[in-house]
């Protein structure tokens, strides 16, 4: 088992700027790969980022792309996410997750782990 827990939310003004981290506990040499996805309300959740463990390939979706960074720290406990410029779309409930075995880092069935999310809201 692996246990997923993001920090880092907030309210922010658009333009600002939040890092979210993401701590994993338990099993994690058996994760290759991990995540953050979104949700907002009355919207089904969605791809943000992705790192790959083995040779630090990250993904994005296009909605973030030059404003989002992923990056993980040096074990496979810790992952983050350096927001900036953010908008008031970006509000939404921010999820980590981890997985064993992951060939389509942007479709969240291929993970198999889960954190509770953290709030991000946008003002404008």
């Known amino acids: 088992q692996v246990q997923l827990v993001e920090t880092g939310g907030g309210l922010v003004q658009a ?20 995540g953050w996805f979104r949700q907002a309300p009355g919207k089904e959740r969605e791809f943000v980022a992705a790192i790959t ?10 909605s973030v792309k030059g404003r989002l960074t992923i990056s993980r720290g040096g074990t496979r406990n810790t992952m983050y996410l350096q927001m900036n410029s953010l908008k008031p779309e970006d509000t939404a409930l921010y999820y980590c997750a981890a997985g ?9 069935d291929e ?10 809201t946008v003002s404008s």
């Open 53 to 62: 463990w083995s040779r630090d390939n990250t993904y994005y979706a296009d």
């Open 100 to 108: 064993r075995w992951v060939s389509r880092p942007d479709k969240s």
């Open 15 to 34: 333009g600002g700027s939040l890092r979210l981290s993401c701590a994993a506990s338990g099993r994690t040499f058996s994760m290759v790969a991990m």
């Open 111 to 120: 993970y198999n782990y889960w954190g509770q999310g953290t709030q991000v």
